[in-house]
Structures are given as structure tokens and as C-alpha cells.
């Protein structure tokens, strides 16, 4: 089943600008997660954010959590070309070991 | 550290044929795993939870039959896709959360891509 949604589906800028990612989700959740897809490879993880967080920071990534609307921001920041990838927001309705639930993905593109 | 191998990246097999991937856990050890499936441009799907031991759980509109799951040891689940078909042909994902870590992030195997003829 899928519980996040994406948007936008695409996004394309240039080097050294700023990307934003939002999500949207539909149930409770204990955290929510953010994970990067090169082209055909598997996810990597870039960020955790738990439901009583509202802000968390990590290199050139912000995340943000309103529990409230149910749905969270990824911005990068100074974006690299390398910086290419698909991106997905995941969804854990608890800690203890219940898989993650992924959204749609944003397709992100950056040319230099 | 949380290195996780998936094996074969790319099997290209005849229908009716069956197919199994390996999914290691190299330097952590899982009790739970879980496989995921992605169409070209698409999401994630969440086909099963692997449980070591014990019975894979399955989501709703996964044959248990055609995706049969062992998870025999801490480190290693299999799927097996059995009596492919091209409708099969996808990307299959596994991943694992380390139960030494009280972090709740899943670590991702490269993935298999499986083509049907």
C-alpha cells in the first residue's frame, strides 16, 4: 500500500539553487524517513526525522515534520549535479520493526 | 558498517523457470527483512516482511505461492520467484534493519533487476 505522496513528481534546476521536496502522508506515524535512489541502484538513507521533531538538519539537507498536516519538506541546499537522483520520503508506523511505507518519489535534476 | 548484499543484480531467465535472490546482511545481523518491488519510475512496493525463523508475512495481493520467502539464518532471506512470467520482470529490493541500532532506518541492497523472456 502506499502512503506518501510526492510533489512535484520532477524537478529540474540548476547547480548552486536550492531544491524542495514535499510529502504528504495519511496515517499516525512514529518517524519519518528520507531515502535517495541513483538510477537502477538501491536507497540510501539520508535523514530520519521522529513524530516530536519539527526541524532537523544534516550537511547541506533540512528536513521538516508538521504532524499537524501530515506531511514533511526536504530542502537541498547549494545542490550539486551529483546531487541527481530520485528521492522518497518513507513512513515508519513504529519503531519496533514494521517496515516502511514509501511514497512516490521526487525525480530530481541538476545541471550544471 | 550496515552493509547489505543483494545477489543476482541482473538474472534474465525463461518463463515458466523459477528464480531465487539472496539478500545478506554482511556485518549486522537482522532478525527482519523485507522485499520490495519498483516498476520503472515508480515507488517502492512492499511485497513481504521476512521473519527469521518463521513464516514471511505477505501483503495484500502477494501470491505466497509465486513469491516464496526463507529467512533461514539472521543474515540471509531468499526470494523466490517461482514459474515466472514477464508480468514478474521488476526490480526487487531488499532491505534490513539492524537490531543492534535503536534507529529505525532500513539498509537497502542494490537490487535485482529480473527480466522474463
Known amino acids: 500500500s502506499q502512503q506518501g505522496e510526492e510533489d512535484p513528481q520532477a524537478l529540474s534546476i540548476q547547480e548552486g539553487e536550492n531544491a524542495t521536496m514535499n510529502c504528504s502522508y495519511k496515517t499516525s506515524i512514529n518517524n519519518l524517513q528520507w531515502y535517495r535512489q541513483n538510477s537502477g541502484r538501491g536507497l540510501v538513507h539520508l535523514i530520519l526525522?521522529?513524530?516530536?521533531?519539527r526541524e532537523k538538519h544534516s550537511g547541506r539537507l533540512r528536513v521538516t515534520l508538521d504532524t499537524s498536516k501530515k506531511s514533511s519538506s526536504l530542502l537541498i541546499t547549494a545542490s550539486r549535479a551529483a546531487d541527481t537522483a530520485s528521492y522518497f520520503c518513507a513512513t515508519a508506523l513504529n519503531q519496533a520493526g514494521t517496515a516502511l511505507i514509501f511514497g512516490k518519489g521526487t525525480t530530481l535534476s541538476v545541471s550544471s | 558498517g550496515a552493509v547489505v548484499s543483494q545477489h543476482p543484480s541482473r538474472v534474465i531467465c525463461k518463463s515458466g523457470t523459477s528464480v531465487k535472490i539472496e539478500c545478506r546482511s554482511l556485518?549486522?545481523?537482522?532478525?527482519?527483512m523485507f522485499w520490495y518491488r519498483q516498476f520503472p519510475k515508480k515507488s517502492l512496493m512492499l511485497m513481504a516482511t521476512s521473519n527469521e525463523g518463521s513464516k514471511a508475512t505477505y501483503e495484500q495481493g502477494v501470491e505466497k505461492d509465486k513469491f516464496l520467502i526463507n529467512h533461514a539464518s539472521l543474515t540471509l532471506s531468499t526470494l523466490t520467484v517461482t514459474s515466472a512470467h514477464p508480468e514478474d520482470s521488476s526490480f526487487y529490493i531488499c532491505?534490513?534493519?539492524?537490531?543492534?541500532?535503536?534507529?529505525?532506518?532500513?539498509?537497502f541492497g542494490e537490487g535485482s533487476r529480473l527480466t522474463v523472456l
Open positions: 532491505s534490513a534493519r539492524d537490531i543492534a541500532r535503536a534507529t529505525g532506518e532500513l539498509f
Open positions: 556485518d549486522f545481523q537482522a532478525t527482519t
Open positions: 526525522i521522529r513524530s516530536n521533531e
